[in-house]
């Protein structure tokens, strides 16, 4: 498996989709981001996004992860 990407800026978790396991792509994650006022999960295989307040991160982190577990899809390949 390659190596992972750099995380971007405010990401503080990320989790491995199942379609990532399957392929060895390190790239198909589910990207737990804190802000200021709100913490979100957005899954880089299907394109989805959760969000709760920023003190519910606990909770925001145990979807991405249960996401991540059962996520098989694939991003659309851009060019
Ligand atoms: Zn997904």
Do not use: F, N
């Not at 981001?33 to 989805?48: P, Y």
């Amino acid at each position: 498996m390659r190596a992972t990407t750099d995380w971007p800026e405010g990401v503080i978790a990320r989790y491995l989709t199942h379609a990532a396991e399957l392929l060895h792509d390190p790239d198909l994650t589910v990207d737990v981001a804190k802000g200021t006022e709100e913490s979100t999960a957005t899954c880089r295989g299907c394109g989805i996004r959760w969000r709760k307040w920023a003190y519910e991160t606990g909770a925001v982190k145990q979807w991405a992860q249960q996401h991540a577990e059962k996520c098989r899809a694939l991003p659309r390949p851009t060019a």
